[in-house]
Every structure is written in structure tokens, then in C-alpha cells.
């Protein structure tokens, strides 16, 4: 048992060599990166529950490093938001983005928003200035932002939401279900869509308690105006399921991972590829 404790121990160590390692490359490369302009996004489709036409897709950022690979947005993230790197980091997403998308017509584009990019004081400006500069219809972008925007200082978020509103931007609550308020703030702020968290499809099961809140989440969506989506639709099961139940979009591998600016272009070009 000893011996086991020790091993454990060693295992410990070598991950937190490993996270402490990692940080230090984000810290010292993510700002280079993001000057030169060495991230990339990639685009996962929405679609329609009805016909499966894909009317959004959501830009998810990754970091092709030279040296570590491919390092996903949950490693660095987080780092970017401790760093005070965010900013340069979102502003770069939403510009990319914008841009990207004015090659799909008619398309909706998802931006994930961190919390602390969205209380920035020119967060509203600097989003309203890419999408002038970009020449993009405003209707057509959708901010994705999670409870965690409102839980600081909710008069200012309200403010800024209010304010994008007005300007025609559309505002998703992101990974709903998986905080605390989430009813006070749906009745509060001025949402467009929610999107249900991965983790309540996950359990696959289309019985049972996951079943349940899923069933319950999409009926108080629809029943406050709003579009329902679900997201980490991987089965037929779950999207027979969800179809029962009046959702009204899906994104999940079941259609189609995220994938390049090009094979949106692809995808976009042969309606009812997904
Ligand atoms: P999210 O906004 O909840 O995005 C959904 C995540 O689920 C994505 O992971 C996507 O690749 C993954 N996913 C989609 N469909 C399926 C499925 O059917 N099955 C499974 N197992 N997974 C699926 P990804 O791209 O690694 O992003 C992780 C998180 O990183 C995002 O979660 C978002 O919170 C954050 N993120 C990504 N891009 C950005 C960004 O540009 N800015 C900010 N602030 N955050 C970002
Ligand atoms: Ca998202
Ligand atoms: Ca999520
Ligand atoms: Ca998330």
C-alpha cells in the first residue's frame, strides 16, 4: 500500500509538472500568438430541427502550437483571463469571426464571450466597431455568454445587454442549466436563445432525471419566447427525443464536430450534406 501511495504521489507530481509547464508556455506564447495571428477557429454548425438547414455556426477557438500541438480553449482560456489577455484574445476571435462569416449569407455566427471580456467598459463598443468594420449585418451575430456575466455586477451587464439589443446583436445564454439563478435571470435579462448544456444529454438516457430537466428546460424556453438549442447532440435517440419535446435548434456530433472556415464553406455549398 505504501508503495502504491508513493507511485500515486509520483503520478500527482508529473501531472502538476505537466499543468505547471503548460501555464508557463501559455503565459509566455499566447500573447505572440495572438499578435501573430497563429490561433485559429474552427466552426461548428447549428442546425434546424425541422430540416436540418444549418442556420448558425459557432466559432470555437484553438491553438495550433508549434512546439505542443493543437492545445484546446479550456487549456488556455483560463489562462488568458488571469493573464489579462482576454481582451486582445476575444477582440481577435470576434474580428476572425466577423470576417469568416461574411462568406455565409444568411447564417447566424455563434462568439463564445468570456465574462470578463463582457464587463470590459468598451466591451460594447469595440464589438459594434468589428462589426462595422467587418461590413456584417449585426442581426447575425450571436453572443454566446454564460451566467457568469451577470453575476458581478448585474446592473452593468444589463446595461451593456440592453445596448447590444438595441443594436440588432442577438444575446445566448450558454451552458444553461449548470449554474444557480438561472430562472431569476432568464426572466430578468433580455436573452434571444438558451443553449442546454452538454452535460444533461450526456446521460443519453431519453428517461430518467436527465430526461426530466431536459424536458423541463425546453418547455420554459419555449413557454418565454425563446430559441431552445442543444448542444453534444451525438444520437438519433437524443434527437428524436429532443424533436419530441418542440426543441427547436442542435449542434453535436451528430452533424458535425467543429470544423474549418473551409469545410463550412463545403458544407454550406451542398444543402442537406448534414
Ligand atoms: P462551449 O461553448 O460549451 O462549446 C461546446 C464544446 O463542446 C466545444 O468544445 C465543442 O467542440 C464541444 N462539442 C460540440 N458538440 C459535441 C458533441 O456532440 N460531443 C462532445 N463530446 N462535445 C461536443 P471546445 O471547442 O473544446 O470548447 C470548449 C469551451 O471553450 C467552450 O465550451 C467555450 O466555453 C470555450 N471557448 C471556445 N472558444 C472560445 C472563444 O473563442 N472564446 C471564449 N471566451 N471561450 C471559448
Ligand atoms: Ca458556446
Ligand atoms: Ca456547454
Ligand atoms: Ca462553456
Redesign the pocket.
Known amino acids: 500500500a505504501k508503495n502504491g501511495g508513493r507511485n500515486r504521489f509520483s503520478f500527482v507530481e508529473r501531472q502538476m509538472d505537466e499543468a505547471l509547464r503548460l501555464r508557463k508556455v501559455v503565459e509566455d506564447d499566447l500573447r505572440k500568438a495572438i499578435e501573430n495571428d497563429e490561433l485559429v477557429?474552427?466552426y461548428?454548425p447549428q442546425v434546424e430541427i425541422d430540416n436540418y438547414t444549418v442556420v448558425a455556426v459557432?466559432?470555437?477557438?484553438?491553438w495550433p502550437h508549434p512546439v505542443h500541438g493543437m492545445i484546446?480553449?479550456?487549456k488556455f482560456?483560463t489562462v488568458a483571463e488571469e493573464r489579462g489577455l482576454?481582451i486582445a484574445?476575444?477582440e481577435w476571435?470576434l474580428r476572425r469571426?466577423c470576417t469568416d462569416a461574411m462568406r455565409w449569407p444568411g447564417v447566424r455566427i455563434a462568439?463564445?464571450?468570456?465574462a470578463i471580456?463582457f464587463r470590459h467598459r468598451d466591451f460594447v463598443s469595440d464589438v459594434m466597431r468589428i462589426i462595422t468594420d467587418c461590413g456584417i449585418d449585426p442581426t447575425r451575430v450571436e453572443l454566446?455568454l454564460?451566467e457568469s456575466v451577470v453575476v458581478k455586477d448585474a446592473d452593468a451587464a444589463e446595461e451593456a445587454m440592453i445596448e447590444l439589443r438595441a443594436h440588432g446583436v442577438r444575446l445566448a445564454l450558454?451552458?444553461f442549466g449548470t449554474g444557480y439563478s438561472s430562472l431569476i435571470y432568464l426572466r430578468r435579462f433580455a436573452f434571444d436563445k438558451i443553449?442546454i448544456?452538454?452535460s444533461f444529454l450526456?446521460a443519453a438516457e431519453t428517461t430518467g432525471e436527465s430526461a426530466i430537466l431536459i424536458h423541463s428546460i425546453v418547455h420554459l424556453g419555449r413557454a418565454l419566447g425563446l430559441t431552445v438549442t442543444a448542444?453534444?447532440?451525438?444520437t438519433h435517440e437524443q434527437l428524436e427525443f429532443l424533436r419530441a419535446l418542440g426543441c427547436h435548434e442542435l449542434?453535436?456530433?451528430?452533424f458535425s464536430?467543429?470544423v474549418t472556415a473551409e469545410e463550412i464553406d463545403v458544407i454550406l455549398a451542398q444543402p442537406g450534406t448534414l
Not at 449542434?251 to 451528430?254: E, V
Request: aromatic share 2%; proline share 5%; net charge negative.
Open positions: 477557429l474552427h461548428q459557432e466559432a470555437l477557438v484553438r484546446a480553449p479550456e482560456i482576454i484574445l476575444g476571435v469571426a462568439i463564445n464571450v468570456s471580456q454566446e454564460t450558454d451552458d443553449k448544456d452538454r450526456e448542444e453534444g447532440v451525438e449542434q453535436g456530433y451528430l464536430k467543429p
